[in-house]
Each structure stands twice: as C-alpha cells, then as structure tokens.
C-alpha cells in the first residue's frame, strides 16, 4: 500500500460540534488580534455541519456571550424565547404541576436547533479562515515514537464489507498536528482509546449515561406557543428508573419532544423508543400534537456523571473537550453553555502554550478556576442520588439544593458503570407495549426514515462484535438479547438461522447515538467510525 497524503497544521479538531466550533473561532481570534497565525483544521463525519447534531435544545447563551459578543445583530439562528416552564409529575391519567426547580428555570434562554446553530457556527468559522472538512471520519490517532498524540487519520473510503479495496477507493489522509482537540461528543470512539492509553479515568468515578430520543413535530398554529416549555417526570417510567421528558414550542408552528433515559435501569425489557412512545398518548401531552405531523426524528447518548467523572483533560499532544469530557448539567439539562467554554478555556490555553509544552496541562487549571467548574459542583449530588429511588432523589435534591445551596460537605458517588446495571432477565417479565398508531405513535422502522440516515451498504461494518459468541451464548441466555431493545434504529436483530437463533447487525440503520457501545452488558460491542458521511443527516434537530 502507498503511504497516506500528509497535511500540517498547528491544530487539528475532531468534531464540529459546539465545543469543537467554539475552540477553532477562539482560536483564530486570538491569532488575528495576536497577529501569530495559527493553521486549523476541523474533521466532522456528518455529511454537513449540524447534520449529526442532536439536543433539545434550550441554550443558555453566556458562552456566546463571550465567544460572539454582537451576536444578536447577526442572522444567527436564535430567535425564540424562553417565556413559560412548566414542570409536570405524571401518572398514567393524570398530570400534577410541581414547583420548577431552579435549575430548570429558563429566563433569558432560547429554545433553538442545536443543528442549524452549529451550520451557522460553521459559517462563522470559515469566514474567520478555519478549514472545516465535513464527510470525513477520524478513524485513527497518529501517534509519535515517543507515545505522543501528533494528530488523526481519516478514514479510508471506497471499502468493499469484506475490508478489500472497491472501484471507488481513496486511501485516507494523515492530518499533522502541534495539538489535536478530541470534540467527537458523547462517548467519542477516538477518546476511547485515549482514556485507556493514557489512562484518563485514573481519579474519576466511572462516566454515566442516559439516551436521549427526539422528534420534531409542525403542529395546529392554534396550539402553538413560541416560548412555552415543558418537562415532565414519573408516568410511564417506574420510580427505580430515572428519566422524564421535554417539549418546547419554537420556530414557526414546531415543537421539539423528546424523552430521556437513564443507562443505569435495571429491567432488560425496557425499550426506551417504545417508553418515548407510549409517553406521546399521555392527555397533557397528546394536545399538543394532535392535528400535528412528526417531520424529523433522531436519537442521542448524553454523559450524566457530571462532577465526579470528569476525566484528567490533557495528554501529550492534545486535548478533550465538551461532552467527549462529559461537560453536562443534568439538573439543568443543559450542556452547549458548558461544552462552548470548554472550547474557549482550550484555545486560550493551546494558543498560549502551542510552541511551548506538549502537554498543556494549563488547559486543566484554567477549567478548575471556571464558573464552568464551579457550576458542575454545586449541582454534583443532584443526579448521583436517584440511585435511592424517586422520592428520595426528590427530598433529597430539594434540601441539596434550598438549604446547602449546592454546598453540601460531601459528595455523592455514582452506582458504578451503566452496562453493569442490567439484571439478568429472570427477574423480570417482558414488557407489554401497546401498538403504534400511526399518528401519534410511530413503529422504529418507520421513524428512522425521517432521521436521513444512509450508510453505503457495502462497507466494513462500523458495529463490531469483540466475539462473535457472545450475543447468543451471553446477552439471549442471560439478558434475552436487550440490544435489540435499547437500539432506538433497529440495528440489532434476532434471526432464525437453520434453526438456530444468530444477531444481525442491520449497521446501515445506525443513528450513531453509541448506546449500543455503553449498554452492552458485557462491553463486547464496540462502535467505530463508519466512512465519512454516513449516518443521519438530521435536519432542523
């Protein structure tokens, strides 16, 4: 094989994401008000900036603030309000307003398309003369002979399945570089390896997870109330099981729903899609929808181990940032606000220190001396203590919150990794969920035809099995195959071969929301990046 095309920067990012963004446009002002050039590159697989992009989103703008200080005179595309909350206990019948907890307060927020503000955030990038390269994957970390990180490989293209080179083959391109900046989001592939290598996780407690399933609807304009949030708890998930729901009226006639799960349940039945599902039927949020159509669909794995699992942030030759460090609020429901100043603290530090260390270790002080930090701890006991179950977790928020004001003389662990937490099934009964209707509720098949998702068939699978065994002999003896429940894209499948039971990965229906990659109750599936340009292609989420 000839060797790789090689390309120099000073900066390579992997992921253009809000933290990823927000590091190259910090990056290349510093460069221009400093008069010092610095060459950046960002790789993003998504076929498009945003296209991958995936959140509620109500966005706190305090990082913009900062980063783009005029940016309301600008086309930027965040127009709505935030004008109600409403936080809602559900029974299956009934629904009981409970007082909105302060973090979940929204005055002076903007509910938006995390999307569309990422595409524009890339606009805004390239006219400042950053180099996006979108439909190219970071397959590989290049390392020196020292063990240093010295930048990423993209992923070969043209690959038949069986890994041999097709017609249309274009070997991937070596991208060279001072400090590469890890921004692939949740449960980065690449970070992955970095935290194993490096071992990053030595003083943090173990990252946990929940996935994040989402549709968008255009609704009856008579319903539509631009501003108008809504988040719920309870019904139809059982109290030892954590998650609830959100929905915001935005843009002209839409409403954004979605429901949130935590990987930490217990019952291998449990389909996630099929609870989003059935949530949708409740009266308090059927009304919204009804005289309405689903017009986007799409899913998500988000960090929520906040505070105690942030891993050590550095290493020779690069850096994390945003959710691939697992910059989230969970109370708050809240992470771009916090993803963007990670950003901005690792531009700060890289342009700094670029020619100077090689392991900028700055990057870590500055984050620890940041309102972002200072925010991640006071709210750092809120999600660890559902773990006591509902009511508790709710007694005990409260008084975290009111009376110790965040401040509490202690901390509160975490249950240990999410993929320990499933019980074997014969503890439990499969769960009856009801039919889809069509109108309100919609079969998984059906909805990933609005999420745009296209990988081209004939390539090597991106969802591989580190034994073959192990889903028959493993997860059906044990677990009855959960895989093909907590999938929300039907990737996983139990066939009859000759009479035999065997999974099939249908990898082309992968929304790449990694949940197979954190669930998995023996870590045998490991997610890796397809070739460039695959996968969803969400537009307006």
Request: charged share 25%; with cysteine; proline share 5%.
């Amino acid at each position: 094989m000839t060797a790789r095309e090689k390309i120099e920067y000073d900066v390579v990012i992997v992921g253009a994401g809000p933290s990823g963004l927000s590091t190259a446009i910090k990056l290349k002002q510093l460069s221009k008000k400093n008069n010092k050039e610095i060459s950046i590159c960002i790789v993003e697989k998504g076929s498009e900036v945003g296209s991958h992009i995936l959140s509620g989103a109500v966005v706190e703008t305090k990082s913009l603030d900062e980063l783009i200080p005029n940016w309301k005179d600008t086309d930027i595309p965040i127009k709505t309000q935030a004008k109600k909350d409403k936080f809602l206990y559900l029974t299956e019948h009934k629904s009981y307003t409970l007082p909105t907890p302060p973090q979940m307060k929204n005055h002076g927020n903007y509910i938006v398309s995390l999307g569309n503000l990422c595409n524009w955030l890339g606009n805004y990038a390239e006219n400042l003369g950053i180099e996006i390269y979108p439909g190219f994957s970071a397959s590989e970390i290049l390392f020196s002979e020292n063990g240093h990180v010295e930048g990423i490989a993209t992923n070969d293209m043209g690959r038949l399945k069986d890994g041999s080179e097709g017609p249309n083959f274009e070997q991937g391109i070596e991208l060279k570089a001072k400090q590469t900046v890890f921004s692939e989001g949740c449960r980065g592939h690449l970070g992955k390896q970095l935290m194993k290598k490096f071992d990053l996780n030595s003083a943090n407690q173990s990252q946990t997870y929940a996935i994040g399933i989402k549709e968008l609807w255009e609704i009856d304009e008579n319903k539509h109330n631009p501003g108008e949030i809504v988040h719920t708890t309870g019904w139809p998930l059982k109290s030892d099981t954590y998650g609830g729901s959100f929905l915001y009226h935005f843009g002209k006639n839409q409403v954004s729903i979605g429901f949130v799960i935590g990987l930490d349940y217990k019952n291998p039945y449990l389909s996630p899609y099929d609870e989003f599902q059935r949530f949708k039927h409740h009266n308090e949020i059927k009304k919204h929808l009804e005289g309405g159509r689903r017009i986007s669909y799409g899913a998500r794995a988000l960090n929520e181990g906040g505070y105690q699992s942030i891993p050590k942030l550095t290493f020779p030759g690069g850096l994390l940032v945003g959710c691939e460090a697992g910059f989230l609020n969970v109370p708050k429901i809240k992470g771009t606000h916090l993803a963007m100043k990670s950003g901005m603290l690792a531009a700060e530090s890289i342009f700094e220190l670029i020619d100077k260390e090689k392991e900028i270790t700055l990057y870590e002080q500055k984050i620890k001396k940041s309102w972002l930090y200072k925010e991640l701890h006071s709210v750092r006991n809120i999600r660890p203590s559902f773990k006591w179950g509902f009511w508790k977790a709710i007694v005990y928020s409260a008084i975290d919150t009111y009376l110790f004001r965040g401040k509490a003389p202690w901390t509160i662990k975490h249950d240990g990794s999410d993929h320990n937490s499933l019980s074997e099934k014969k503890h439990f009964s499969p769960i009856n969920y009801p039919k889809p209707d069509g109108v309100i509720s919609f079969d998984k098949l059906t909805n990933l035809s609005f999420s745009g998702t296209n990988h081209e068939e004939d390539q090597p699978c991106h969802l591989t099995l580190l034994n073959k065994d192990v889903p028959i002999e493993v997860n059906l003896e044990r677990f009855d195959n959960p895989e093909t429940r907590y999938c929300p894209a039907g990737v996983y499948e139990i066939i009859n071969n000759n009479g035999k039971p065997s999974l099939q990965i249908n990898a082309q229906n992968c929304l790449h929301c990694k949940t197979c990659d954190i669930k998995d109750p023996t870590q045998n599936i490991n997610w890796i990046a397809p070739q460039g340009g695959g996968g969803p292609n969400y537009q307006g989420m």
